[in-house]
């Protein structure tokens, strides 16, 4: 099976732009979560699709947001990029039946993103 | 919020040497996972070991898991060069989200 792939891999935006990033999971996952890391802060969660509905959520700003079409792809948004909001950001998949957290997660390779 | 804090933060050891990081975490869970990242690529996942369980193996990785002391090791047996690489343990908070760590840094020298 072909693995996660996220698209664009690099991105160069400017402080209030606004930013979609795309992940296609691999196939029969229904379960898309989205990280963002960075060196001060890690790897962490912004949230998670199953079945075109948002299950679960971290704590990051209404900016950050993203939705799942019905065959599982996921993109993200990012509104009025702020320069914090450089970093790579990753989507993992995984089935999605247990909940993505009780399941393995498939990572793409990510997408990195510099804010100017 | 951090869940599961990895020690060392930083690992240097020899070829054929092993390699053991530890992982604490503060809530209880369901599962703890290991992943291995290479040089800010994606992350390949390593070991899922679930709460019932004591010790895992997989090829040279040994992970084990005590819930009484909220703690994980990971052991990696004969290091390799190829093993050079920054190693998250994460843990499934309330059941939800997959909360990582901030990782192990391990070098291996030849």
């Known amino acids: 099976k072909a693995g996660v792939t996220q698209t664009p891999r690099y991105l160069i935006k400017t402080r209030g732009q606004q930013v979609t990033l795309s992940c296609s999971p691999i196939?029969?996952?229904?379960?898309v979560s989205w990280y963002q890391q960075t060196p001060g802060q890690g790897l962490q969660f912004l949230f998670e699709?199953?079945?075109?509905?948002?299950?679960n959520k971290g704590n990051f700003p209404g900016r950050f947001s993203g939705r799942q079409f019905s065959n599982s792809r996921s993109e993200m948004n990012v509104s009025t990029l702020e320069l914090g909001d450089s970093a790579l950001y990753l989507c993992?998949?995984?089935?999605?039946?247990?909940?993505?957290?009780?399941?393995?997660?498939?990572f793409g390779p990510g997408t990195r993103l510099l804010v100017l | 919020s951090q869940q599961g804090e990895e020690d060392p933060q930083a690992l240097s050891i020899q070829e054929g040497e092993n390699a053991t990081m530890n992982c604490s975490y503060k809530?209880?869970?369901?599962?703890l996972q290991w992943y291995r990242q290479n040089s800010g690529r994606g992350l390949v996942h390593l070991i899922l070991?679930?709460?019932?369980?004591r010790e895992k193996h997989s090829g040279r990785l040994r992970v084990t898991l005590d819930t009484s002391k909220k703690s994980s090791s990971l052991l990696i047996t004969a290091s390799r060069a190829a093993d050079t690489a920054s190693y998250f343990c994460?843990?499934?908070?309330?059941?939800?989200?997959?909360?990582f760590g901030k990782g192990t840094t391990l070098s291996v020298s030849s």
């Open positions: 993992a998949s995984s089935p999605g039946l247990a909940g993505g957290a009780q399941e393995t997660q498939y």
């Open positions: 196939s029969g996952h229904r379960s």
């Open positions: 699709y199953f079945s075109e509905t948002q299950r």
């Open positions: 809530t209880s869970i369901n599962n």
């Open positions: 070991i679930r709460s019932n369980e």
């Open positions: 994460a843990t499934d908070q309330a059941g939800t989200a997959l909360i």
